[in-house]
């Protein structure tokens, strides 16, 4: 049953995956940058920031979560676009879609489209293109459909 008001809003040589550090509210659920780039990049900073250099970061994934909706789609939305990352994705289980933004800003992201779970998310990115399969994303029970 939904209560009312329940809402909320690697390996492979090519690239690398990381989860977000623990307590850190504006790092990225997932970010994936050139591992070449990383590696050379990261040790000349190491100390210096426990993420990763937003410059060699291709695209940044977050997860909304019911504590997370307001800095998921509008505090990281900010963020990352003035820091250059070229794509942001939002998987939102709530809401049943994903959000993806490109073309950053000094203000944001200047396209941004939403698409219904169910089909393919296609992210066209400096590593190659993006697929993720949403048919089979975890919804929540409650989720508005679109």
């Known amino acids: 049953m939904c209560a009312a008001g ?49 410059e060699i970061v291709e695209f940044a994934i977050e997860v909304v979560s019911p504590s997370s909706v307001h800095n998921d789609y509008e505090v990281k939305d900010r963020a990352y676009a003035r820091r250059g990352i070229p794509n942001h994705l939002v998987f939102d289980p709530y809401q049943a879609h994903c959000v993806t933004l490109w073309n950053p800003g000094p203000d944001g992201y200047r396209g941004r489209d939403t698409i219904p779970y169910g089909g393919k998310v296609v992210v066209g990115t400096g590593l190659g293109k993006l697929t993720v399969d949403t048919s089979t994303l975890p919804v929540d029970p409650c989720a508005v459909s679109r």
């Open 6 to 54: 329940s809402r909320g809003a690697g390996s492979d040589g090519l690239s690398s995956v990381r989860p977000a550090i623990e307590g850190m509210d504006r790092e990225a659920d997932v970010t994936v940058s050139e591992s070449d780039r990383l590696h050379s990049q990261l040790s000349r900073f190491e100390g210096m920031f426990p993420g990763y250099r937003m």
